[in-house]
C-alpha cells in the first residue's frame, strides 16, 4: 500500500467519504514447482504537504512531486513443500501459509505548501491583498472572520519574472496559539513557507494602534512553535488609501524602529541575511492599498526575488529557510518508523502456563498449518534450533505445562 504525491488534490475531503483501502490479493502457487502471483499494489493519492502519521508517529511527510511512500506491506507468501525436501524428508507433505498483509490505521493531516504566508489580526486585509495580487478569490468583506478556511494563491511577479504560492489563514487573536478564535487551528499551515507577510491595519484594530497590532502577532507566532516564530518576516502595513500622510508616516517610522529594536535584540524574523547581508529597514515595513494596489508592484518584485533566492538555494546559512539539524534535501524530513528487537524471544511464566513472545517465534507458528503432524515437527524442531526449549526450561517449564505462542496453545514435551 503506497501514499502518493497528486498534486491536481488541494484537500483531504475524499478520505471523509471513503476510510478503508485494500491491496490486492496474491495468487497460489501453481505446479511445476512455479510461484503464484503477487497482488496488486494499491495507490492512494494525497495533495502535496500530507502528513501520514501512525499511533502518534509522523511516519511520512508528502512534499516532493511524485513522492511514494510505502504504508503498509503485503504479507510473504508461503514456500512450497518442495522447498522441505531433506535427507530424512523425501516427500514433505507440508507447505508454509502465506502471511497475512499489514493492517494499520493512519491519521493524515494536511500543512498547505505554499512560498509565503500571510499573518495577520482578522480584518487586517489578508483576503484582500491575496485576492488582489492572485488568482484566488477569498471571501472579502468589511467584518472580521470572513476567512474561515486556508486558501492559496498564484501570485505572478510583475514583469512575468517569477511565480509563487501565497497562503492566507484566518485572522489570529491574542491567546490564538492556545485556542482562541479560529487562526490556531491553521497556524500549522504557516508553518511550511519560506516568508510570512506580516499584515498590518493602518487604521489599528479595536482602537489599538498597528505598533501594538503587530507585538500581539510576533507573541502569538512565537508561542505556537519556535520554529514559527523564527520564519522570516516582512511587515506590509495595509489600507494606507485611508490615512492621512502625516499619520501614515508616523505608523511607518514606529514599525521600523520596532523592526529596528527586534534586530538588536537577536530575534531571528527579522535578522534574516541574503548574500551574507541584513535587508536595510526600508525594505522590512512595506505601505500598501490592497485596495488601490499602490505599492503592490514593488513588494510583489522583492518578495519574488526573496522566494527566487530560497528556491535556488543560494541563501547562507542562519538566512532564510533555515534549515532545523537533520532535514533533508528541500528543507523538509522524511521519517519512516524503524524498531529492531535485539532479543529473538522472551519467556514470561504466567499462573500456571508461559508464554513466549517475539516476532520470529510468533511468525513462524503462523506460517504453517498446526494440524498437519509433519508440520508441526517441522516447528518443534525449528524452535528447537532458536533455543526456546532450552529458555522454557530455565524458566522452570516441565512436560505437561502449557505454552502459548502469539494465538496458538502448545503442550510442553
Not at 503477487?38 to 502535496?48: H, N, R, T, W, Y
Not at 491575496?130 to 494563491?153: D, I
Not at 532479543?343 to 498437519?372: K, M, Q, S, T
Amino acid at each position: 500500500m503506497w501514499i502518493v504525491a497528486d498534486p491536481q488534490l488541494r484537500d483531504l475531503s475524499s478520505f471523509a467519504r471513503r476510510v478503508h483501502f485494500k491491496a490486492g490479493v496474491g495468487r497460489h502457487g501453481q505446479g511445476g514447482r512455479k510461484d503464484g502471483g503477487s497482488g496488486a499494489d494499491k495507490e492512494i493519492p494525497v495533495p502535496l504537504g500530507t502528513q501520514v502519521w501512525v499511533e502518534r508517529a509522523l511516519m511520512a511527510d508528502v512534499v516532493r512531486l511524485g513522492q511514494r511512500v510505502l504504508v503498509a506491506r503485503g504479507g510473504q507468501g508461503g514456500r512450497g513443500n518442495q522447498r522441505f525436501v531433506s535427507a530424512v524428508r523425501q516427500a514433505p507433505k507440508f507447505a508454509e501459509l502465506g502471511e497475512e498483509g499489514e493492517s494499520r490505521w493512519l491519521e493524515l493531516t494536511l500543512k498547505l505548501m505554499a512560498d509565503v504566508g500571510l499573518a495577520g489580526l482578522p480584518n487586517a486585509g489578508k483576503s484582500s491583498l491575496l485576492r488582489r495580487v492572485s488568482n484566488a478569490r477569498p471571501k472579502v468583506a468589511e467584518y472580521p472572520f470572513t476567512t474561515v478556511q486556508p486558501l492559496l494563491g498564484v501570485v505572478e511577479v510583475p514583469g512575468g519574472e517569477a511565480t509563487f504560492i501565497l497562503a492566507d489563514v484566518p485572522g489570529l487573536l491574542e491567546g490564538a496559539s492556545s485556542g482562541v478564535g479560529l487562526g490556531h487551528e491553521f497556524l500549522a499551515h504557516l508553518e511550511r513557507c519560506h516568508l510570512l507577510l506580516h499584515v498590518v491595519d493602518a487604521t489599528g484594530y479595536y482602537d489599538a494602534p498597528p505598533a501594538e497590532n503587530f507585538r500581539t502577532i510576533m507573541r502569538e507566532l512565537d508561542a505556537h512553535t519556535p520554529e514559527l516564530g523564527r520564519k522570516p518576516q516582512v511587515v506590509v502595513l495595509n489600507k494606507v488609501d485611508v490615512v492621512d500622510q502625516a499619520t501614515l508616516q508616523s505608523r511607518i517610522a514606529s514599525l521600523r524602529e520596532l523592526v529596528a529594536e527586534l534586530r538588536s535584540q537577536g530575534h531571528p524574523a527579522y535578522r534574516w541575511e541574503l548574500h551574507g547581508e541584513m535587508a536595510p529597514l526600508e525594505r522590512m515595513v512595506w505601505p500598501v492599498s490592497a485596495v488601490t494596489g499602490e505599492g503592490l508592484g514593488p513588494l510583489l518584485r522583492w518578495v519574488g526575488s526573496l522566494v527566487s533566492e530560497v528556491r535556488g538555494d543560494e541563501v547562507s546559512p542562519g538566512a532564510v529557510g533555515v534549515a532545523a539539524e537533520g532535514e533533508e534535501e528541500g528543507g523538509h524530513v522524511l521519517y519512516q518508523p524503524a524498531g529492531v528487537d535485539l532479543v529473538p524471544f522472551r519467556v514470561r511464566r504466567e499462573a500456571d502456563y508461559f508464554v513466549v513472545e517475539g516476532e520470529a517465534v510468533e511468525r513462524l507458528v503462523r506460517r504453517f498449518d498446526l494440524e498437519n503432524d509433519q508440520a508441526v515437527r517441522y516447528v518443534a524442531e525449528r524452535l528447537e534450533r532458536l533455543g526456546v526449549y532450552d529458555a522454557l526450561r530455565e524458566r522452570g517449564a516441565a512436560a505437561g505445562d502449557e505454552v502459548y505462542i502469539g494465538e496458538y496453545e502448545f503442550e510442553y514435551q
